[in-house]
């Protein structure tokens, strides 16, 4: 029997997962995020744990709204490119098992301009702050993970309006986890 971990960077996008699931809260960022997790994982078995990461997302393009479990996730704020220059593989994308195909950015800025915004577009579907984090620490321990990311906003300025729209993503999220993983 397969048992899962929820993994939520804050308590607010955690609220409605179905009572039985274990659930830990990370806190915000790639740090917190892959502390936490490495910390929730260090000493169990990974043979029938798979770790389930939820959580809101940016939309990156125009008319990207709902729910969606990337299968991939890149660290948008690392210099991949001069790091390999360097000689080092900086592992920058992960491909996820069974994800769609949506592309996840994952960086430590909160993205709330256009802009930016723009140029993440160039390279990713969906912007967030710790799923990268999640799946990196999943694959260095030997444990599956999935990423399931609801659309909060559009990038941009709108993003400063998520205290305000958190909870819708929290409810769908939480009915996800009902429907899927039967919580």
Known sequence: MTRHLVVSATAAEARYVPAGLPVIVTGIGKTAAATATTQALAGRAPDDLVVVNIGTAGALRPGLTGLFTPGRVLNHDLDAALIRALGFDPEE?????????????????????????????????????EGYAVAY??????????????????ADESALDWPSVVDASARVLGAWLAAELGG
Request: hydrophobic fraction near 50%; proline fraction near 4%.
């Open 93 to 129: 994308l992960i491909e996820l098992p069974g994800g769609d195909d949506v592309t996840l950015a994952t960086g430590d800025r909160f993205v709330a301009d256009a802009d930016l915004r723009d140029a993440l577009a160039l390279r990713a579907d969906l912007v967030d702050m």
């Open 137 to 154: 620490a999943c694959r260095r321990l030997g444990v599956p993970v999935r990423l399931v990311k609801h659309v909060s906003d559009a």
